[in-house]
């Protein structure tokens, strides 16, 4: 069925929605928030929102989530400076930076332009690549069928043969193996597909849809789960169907049916700011710096036990490898005088057991905050410890900016006092 299209509502991250009261909204209604409350009680307290009088309140998870026709995109944002648009831009080149959004022909700021939210963005994503399976031909794979047969072939299962066929001595009860293209490959894209075209309101997307499904093979129904991602195993025949498996994959997975009234289905899309925040300074310094800079992530210690510590990034200067910084990165608005306890109790340990002297706490800049240096009261071989709160501009004329990178390592080099080689 084709729905008709509408605007989705946009709201910024630990913002509320509510059909009356103080944060009411005239696209958020009472239908809607039974359909978040089912969501939140399926779903073991879901960490996107959380439930208030009359509406929800998201929190720190960014994205998109539809319910029945009604798209609610959930936005990022650090400070005053900037509108809805700019910070789902912030979203959009984020989410392709850290390989979570990729497109081949098109590219990703002409889809944008077609796109209403985060979430139409994915479906346009995922029915270009099955489009594109279909070009380069859809794969068979061999599979194993156990029944009754008119002729032998393969290898007769007796117990089955002997139990069925008594009466019937013209049948064989045999195991024999298929090569075609009803797999679990396609039975994954066809219910994506079919989720799809559920929650599409755009037209161009439905006729799509309709003509891939026209052409689609005959595939043995199969409700999708998380197990049957697990079983996957891609090889070369297979791997080019890797993007449109992982969304797929996104998309089955979050979806929600209202069984009741299969009026108010919910498909949720959502990331965590704090995760995308982390990786994408991770891959914008080992994009923009590795000539300079061995850039790490994710390095695990031992700290108690069975307890590990991690910090987000670590930095080793490639000319003094001896040089180690330690790097966390933080999406959350702090005054620069007063850093929270935690934070800078985490960053003194992380000095210690990675031998670093230098540590950074990373934010994005809010308002007019500056960096703020502090030194431990730790010294290691007469070393002293020093930990900056460091604040870089998001957003540059209304775009993601693109000198992030070179924010931060000018900050690590002031504050070991290495002036940055002008080659890099």
């Not at 998109?64 to 700019?86: D, H, R």
């Not at 298929?178 to 599409?200: K, P």
Request: hydrophobic share 35%; aromatic share 10%.
């Amino acid at each position: 069925m084709i729905r008709s299209s509408n605007e989705p509502i946009r709201v910024f991250e630990y913002k509320s929605l509510a059909y009356k009261g103080k944060h009411k909204h005239p696209g958020f209604n009472q239908k809607m928030l039974r359909a978040f409350e089912s969501y939140f009680q399926e779903n073991e307290r879901t960490p996107f929102f959380e439930l208030i009088p009359n509406g929800v309140r998201f929190k720190q998870y960014v994205g998109a989530i539809q319910v029945g026709n009604t798209t609610i995109e959930v936005l990022p944002k650090a400070g005053k400076e900037g509108n809805e648009e700019s910070w789902q831009g912030v979203l959009l080149d984020m989410l392709k930076a850290c390989h979570l959004l990729t497109a081949k022909e098109t590219g990703t700021a002409q889809l944008r332009l077609r796109s209403n939210s985060v979430l139409d963005l994915y479906f346009e994503l995922f029915i270009q690549e099955v489009e594109d399976l279909f070009h380069q031909g859809l794969i068979k794979k061999y599979r194993t069928r156990q029944g009754q047969q008119k002729a032998l072939r393969g290898s007769l299962v007796f117990s089955q043969h002997l139990r069925k066929n008594i009466v019937h001595k013209e049948r064989f009860y045999t195991r024999h193996s298929t090569y075609d293209r009803n797999h679990l490959l396609h039975q994954i894209l066809i219910e994506a597909l079919s989720l799809v075209e559920l929650f599409s309101t755009s037209p161009h997307l439905q006729d799509r849809i309709g003509r891939l499904k026209l052409d689609f093979p005959e595939v043995s129904p199969l409700k999708i789960k998380a197990s049957h991602f697990d079983k996957l195993k891609l090889d070369r025949k297979s791997y080019p169907y890797r993007k449109a498996i992982e969304i797929a994959k996104l998309l089955i997975l979050n979806f929600r049916p209202d069984i009741s009234s299969g009026k108010q289905d919910l498909l949720a899309i959502m990331f965590d700011m704090n995760q995308l925040w982390e990786e994408y300074i991770f891959q914008t310094l080992k994009r923009k710096v590795s000539s300079e800079w061995m850039v790490m992530s994710q390095q695990s210690r031992s700290f108690w036990e069975h307890k590990k510590i991690r910090p987000d990034l670590i930095l080793k200067s490639r000319r003094n490898p001896d040089e180690t910084y330690v790097i966390d990165t933080k999406w959350k608005v702090i005054d620069n005088r007063h850093p929270a306890d935690d934070d800078l109790k985490q960053m003194y340990v992380y000095n210690h057991h990675w031998d670093s002297t230098h540590s950074m706490l990373l934010y994005p800049r809010s308002s007019d905050q500056q960096d703020n240096r502090g030194m431990y009261s730790l010294k290691q071989n007469e070393m002293e410890h020093h930990c900056i709160l460091g604040f870089v501009d998001v957003l540059d004329n209304g775009r993601l900016s693109q000198n992030i990178a070179e924010e931060i390592i000018e900050k690590v080099c002031d504050q070991k006092q290495v002036v940055p080689d002008p080659e890099h």
